[in-house]
């Protein structure tokens, strides 16, 4: 299955596991303290550290271009064969911004509201970092659609953990 998996930092190894997964991006920042599953090669484990933030705050990474090509970059090079994870902390809102932009530049033909609605229908409560997906809407010369796209789906519901999805690139 060609598939983009989202988790929560604390469900990791068991997504890994159940998808067969052969690539993990992890977006947590750099002092979380966190463990690949062995199962993963380090060469196909990504790890952009930056914190959930939209706006520069003391002591904190801000997502910047840079970040947003590296998650990019390494998708780009996955060769599909089996799912990759994208997890952050809670599976709510770096790890569906990276997901919903992976997507998106892995399915060129599709619409971004299209893949926004998926991504709604899929978790209730993902809520994707508004700073990523601008970032990586002008990256993808987008023209503003992928922002637009996550505006119209607007916050998801209020959790301390998001549920675990899949979003098919196959469909």
């Known amino acids: 299955m060609s598939a983009i998996v989202v988790c ?55 997502p910047m271009a840079d970040h947003v090509h590296e998650f990019l970059g390494f998708a780009g090079r996955w060769d599909r064969a089996a799912p990759m994870v994208v997890h952050c902390f809670a599976g709510i809102s770096r790890s569906t911004a990276a997901a919903y932009s992976i997507f998106c530049a892995a399915r060129p033909d599709l619409d971004e509201a299209e893949i926004a609605q998926r991504l709604r229908k899929r978790s209730r409560e993902a809520t994707p970092n508004v700073r990523l997906i601008a970032i990586a809407d002008e990256i993808l010369g987008r023209s503003g659609r992928m922002v637009r796209a996550i505006e119209t789906i607007g916050r998801g519901q209020d959790a301390m953990e998001g549920t675990t999805f899949a979003l098919r690139l196959d469909e």
């Open 8 to 62: 929560s930092l604390s469900r990791l190894a068991e997504t890994v596991a159940a998808y067969r997964a052969s690539h993990i991006v992890t977006l947590i920042n750099r002092d979380t303290l966190f463990a690949r599953p062995p199962v993963v090669p380090a060469a196909n484990h990504l790890h952009v550290g930056i914190h959930d933030i939209s706006e520069p705050m003391d002591g904190m990474i801000l």
